[in-house]
């Protein structure tokens, strides 16, 4: 079977992690990078081995050196590339937020069937074999009543956000913000456990864009709390780019309770059985049982192990591959809720 030839748009710190990713993966080849900027591409591509360079979107479609694309520019550009590359026959795996909105990725996802090839969004944080021990264990906690996902961590970029500079990650016009650049890690999981709530209900942090001169009405959110409602669950998420939170997530039931570290990468479980210890004044378990998982030093080795093993037709990635298109739309239709009753649009929004 031939290699997978993959090329690259972005020249971030993302994509460079990709590359690292993808040399250990048996059967791909990195042959190409794009940029805007062709010196840039090449300089980026020809440092990591790749002998291809692009600064025309339609050529890198119309390639056929390239067989798979990964995609990290700014979240307003994921759908309109993915869409493209399809067309072009290429297979796309889009880094995430996969697209502006619930409308762009169902797009998306669309052109992807007709063209024929594989489309997955890159959360890393649903093929770890952490999670995957998440989704395996999840009856042990019974009835599922109560979740909590959370992630938060201080970016490096809010002091030239409040210095009142142009910073694209907390800039609408490129559908960027905190929930969907870090947020996203804690909406995920809950829709691949859980599925689609019945109802949403959110409250976000937010602030005028610091950047323009005159006040437009345009609002960016910096952390935020989002509760899912479900027929007999309720699924917390939180999420910050403005503090740290030590705590991660856990699903707790009737028969006990799934606890892990780190909401975007979870690793090694602990599940602690429900024990009726008659009337105590506090949490009672049973003995807390370590559920370990052989974790990669580069997890984002796991999504391209599944996203290459669709391509080559196996049955079980394709079935993967297909259940996080699902997740992937319920989880936009879950930010673009959030995003409404936040008050904050991406123009992307407005496109029809």
Known sequence: MADVRFATI????????FVEALAEIPGTRYVAAYSRD???????????GATLAFDDLNALAASDKVDAVYVASPN???ARQASLLAQGGKHVLVEKAFASNEREATEAFVCAHESGVVCMEAMRNLHTPGFHNVA???????????????????????AKLRAGEHVNQFDPALSEGGLMDIGVYAVEPAIALFGRPKHVSASLLTIPLPWEPEPSGAR???????????PRTIVDLNYSKVANDFYGAQVAGDTGTLMWEQTN???DLRFVP?????????????????IPA????????????????????????????????RVTVGSLAVMDEARRQAGIRFPADDAR
């Open 10 to 17: 972005g020249t971030s710190a993302i994509t460079k992690r």
């Open 38 to 48: 062709l010196g840039r591409a090449r300089e980026f591509g020809e440092t990591r």
């Open 76 to 78: 307003g550009a994921h």
């Open 136 to 158: 395996a264990n999840l009856a042990r906690v019974g009835r599922v009543s109560q979740a909590t996902f959370r992630y938060g961590k201080v970016t490096s970029r809010i």
């Open 220 to 230: 960016i959110d910096l952390a935020g709390s989002v509760v899912l409602s479900y």
């Open 265 to 267: 990468c979870p690793a």
């Open 274 to 290: 429900y024990e009726d210890k008659g009337m105590v004044y506090s949490a009672a378990g049973g003995k807390a049982e370590v």
């Open 294 to 325: 052989t974790m990669p030093d580069n997890d984002m080795t796991c999504e391209i192990a599944t996203f290459v093993s669709a391509i080559n037709g196996d049955a079980d990635a394709l079935g993967r591959v297909a259940f996080c298109e």
